[in-house]
């Protein structure tokens, strides 16, 4: 049996993305804060990647059609082992700024490769890929926490860190240039167009069809959506500095990450076996967003007046069931309530929600933070949820 296949390329693909991904989480808070930056540059870093993933994202598809998803892969590659070589030579916070900036033009790889999978692959092999993501993912969260926590308390062990960063992407512009060559035959009115021109004519191709949407139609969902993810927002951006106002060091922050994998791939599993039971007839979600707005709103409540490190860690675990449950049910909900002609465009702008709440979040979380400290955040989290439970109360 052939190890690697088409299939395993794009799965060792995308774990490699996956490790460099949940290495940053864990450890670039520590990192920013021991070269001096405050909440608010970290915040900033984190607003304009969303600004330039919300604008850049919706090309990327398009960008593929054209181009291929071969080459849209090794060119998306490479900028990210650039942008981590360049956090490997420099500590200067400036420069750190510019290579996230560009490190938000490399990734995440899952759409794209999820696409290359539905172009390279038989049915059956496309079954088997998307099947086994869930596991992958989670297996390379795992090990990007543990790795990214030991490896970042050892002597240069940032350094380290960004090394094997660099070399996960080189690996994956390697594995890139061994794919099939999708590239299509292009009209020749496009054979000179460069693809910034290109990426220009599908954003408004895709703002037409987004002007076509009954949005009236959705207006619920979206609302439930939008103050899910404001309130996670805020309550996410307040964990890494929370940590480390405690004292926690890096590998303690990556025990703690694995923990909360193992929780949500166990809370997956249960949701999944109670639609049959306590959520049958629940084909909308409103009982199951109902239940992870009232059981996040509890627990950051308890977190945002915890002076205690245990408390605060223990409340992580409802937390991360609470996003489980909504996480799984957004998506189910929205496309039962979509119309076949208005599917794409709708789903498309219901994911754009998660990045609008990342370019805006960031930012009041950071300025906030310096000025009253993480608690104060947490408990402004709790607004925005507390007006999802009532929006999912008034739908049961």
Known sequence: MELLTTKNKLLMSLV??????????????????????SQLYLGSIMSVMSLIGLLWNPMVGSLGDTYGRKILLIRMSAVSAFSYFLLLVSNSLPLIFIARLIAAFGGPLMPILGTA????????????????????MSVAFIGGSLVGGFISELPNGFGLCFLMMTAFSLMNV?????????????????????????????????????????WAEYSDIFSVKLSFELGCALFFRSIGPTFVAYGVKP????????????????????????????????????????????????TAFAMGFADNLYIFSAGLLPMAVANTIAGSTFTEALMAKASDADRGGVNGAFESITSFCGLTTPLAAGFLSDLYGNGFVIKMSILPTSLGLWLTYKAL
């Not at 390697?174 to 299509?184: E, N, V, W």
């Not at 694995?258 to 409103?286: H, P």
């Open 174 to 214: 390697g594995i890139a240039y061994t794919l099939p060559d999708s590239t299509k035959p292009k009209k020749k009115e496009e054979e000179s167009l460069p693809m910034l021109k290109i990426a220009d004519r599908e954003v408004r191709n895709i703002a037409t069809k987004l002007r076509s949407v009954k």
């Open 251 to 298: 590998r303690s922050m990556g025990y703690v990450f694995t923990l909360l994998s193992a929780c949500t791939i166990v809370a997956n599993i249960v949701v999944e076996r109670l639609k049959k039971t306590v959520y049958a007839g629940d084909s909308l979600g409103s009982k199951r967003l109902f239940h992870a707005a009232a059981l996040y709103v509890l």
């Open 117 to 136: 999978a539905s172009e390279f692959l038989s049915k059956e092999e496309q079954t088997s890929y998307f099947g086994k993501l869930p596991a992958i």
């Open 16 to 37: 490699m993305d996956n490790l460099s991904f949940t290495m940053m989480i864990v450890m670039f808070f520590p990192y920013i804060n021991g070269l001096g930056g």
